[in-house]
C-alpha cells in the first residue's frame, strides 16, 4: 500500500487532455515539493514535474502541474500514442524522513 | 551533462549481502544535489529506498532502514548501496539518481538484482 495514492489507470484519445491525480496528506505533499515521472515500457523513469510544477529543459509545455492542499495533478495535453506509459508521483514524508511514491498510474492513449 | 551508471552482481544469495555502485560522469558528486537509490520490483511500482548527502547525512525507508546502507566515495565520484539479508522479495531493479526539490533526475539505466539460491 503506497503512502501515495494514485488511479491504476487512466485513458483518453490522441489529441485529447488527460489529468492523474495523486492524493497524500499534510505529512507528505500537503508540505514537500511533488515530483511527477514518466516510465516508458522497458526504461528508467523519466522527470517531468520537479517543484509542483517546474518542468525540467526538454520537457514539452503539454506536460503541467499542480497541487491543491494535499493533493497533486499531473496534466497531458495534446495526448500522443508516445505517452503511453506508466506515470508515478513522489515527495518527501516529513513523517517518515524518506521519500514516498504513488503506486503508479498506466495511461492508454485509445 | 550527468550521467549514471549502476554496476553489480546480478544474482545474489538469499542472507547474503546485495551490493551496488553507482559511477557518476559529467559531475562533481561532492557538489550540490543530493544522491539516491529507488528499486522497482519486476511487474510493480517504485519503492524509495534512501538519499545522501556527500557529507554522509542519509535518509533510508523505515522498512528498509535496519538492513540499508549507503556511501559515498567523493575520490572516485561514485556512492554505494549495501542491503542485508536479502530475501526474494528484494528482487528489483535497482536505479541510482541524482536529487534535488525532492526530485530525482536523472536516472540511471538500472540494473535487475535476482535473489535466489
Known amino acids: 500500500q503506497s503512502v501515495l495514492t494514485q488511479p491504476p489507470s487512466v485513458s483518453a484519445a490522441p489529441g485529447q487532455k488527460v489529468t492523474i491525480s495523486c492524493s497524500g496528506s499534510?505529512?507528505?505533499?500537503?508540505?514537500?515539493?511533488v515530483s511527477w515521472y514518466q516510465q516508458l515500457p522497458g526504461t528508467a523513469p523519466k522527470l517531468l514535474i520537479y517543484?509542483?510544477?517546474k518542468r525540467p529543459s526538454g520537457i514539452p509545455d503539454r506536460f503541467s502541474g499542480s497541487k491543491s492542499g494535499t493533493s497533486a495533478t499531473l496534466g497531458i495535453t495534446g495526448l500522443q500514442t508516445g505517452d503511453e506509459a506508466d506515470y508515478y508521483c513522489?515527495?518527501?514524508?516529513?513523517?517518515?524522513?524518506?521519500?514516498?511514491f504513488g503506486g503508479g498510474t498506466k495511461l492508454t492513449v485509445l | 551533462q550527468v550521467q549514471l551508471q549502476e554496476s553489480g552482481p546480478g544474482l545474489v544469495k538469499p542472507s547474503e549481502t546485495l551490493s551496488l555502485t553507482c559511477s557518476v560522469s559529467?559531475?562533481?558528486?561532492?557538489?550540490?544535489?543530493?544522491w539516491g537509490w529507488i528499486r522497482q520490483p519486476p511487474g510493480k511500482g517504485l519503492e524509495w529506498i534512501g538519499r545522501?548527502?556527500?557529507?554522509?547525512?542519509?535518509y533510508y525507508n523505515p522498512s528498509l532502514r535496519s538492513r540499508v546502507t549507503m556511501s559515498v566515495d567523493t575520490s572516485k565520484n561514485k556512492f554505494s548501496l549495501k542491503l542485508t539479508s536479502v530475501t526474494a522479495a528484494d528482487t528489483a531493479v535497482y536505479y541510482c539518481?541524482?536529487?534535488?526539490?525532492?526530485?530525482?533526475?536523472?536516472w540511471g539505466q538500472g540494473t535487475l538484482v535476482t535473489v535466489s539460491s
Open positions: 513522489g515527495t518527501w514524508d516529513t513523517s517518515l524522513s524518506a521519500g514516498v
Open positions: 545522501m548527502y556527500h557529507s554522509g547525512t542519509a
Open positions: 517543484g509542483d510544477n
Open positions: 559529467g559531475y562533481s558528486i561532492s557538489s550540490d544535489y543530493f
Open positions: 539518481s541524482r536529487g534535488f526539490y525532492q526530485a530525482f533526475d536523472p
Open positions: 499534510s505529512s507528505n505533499i500537503g508540505n514537500n515539493y
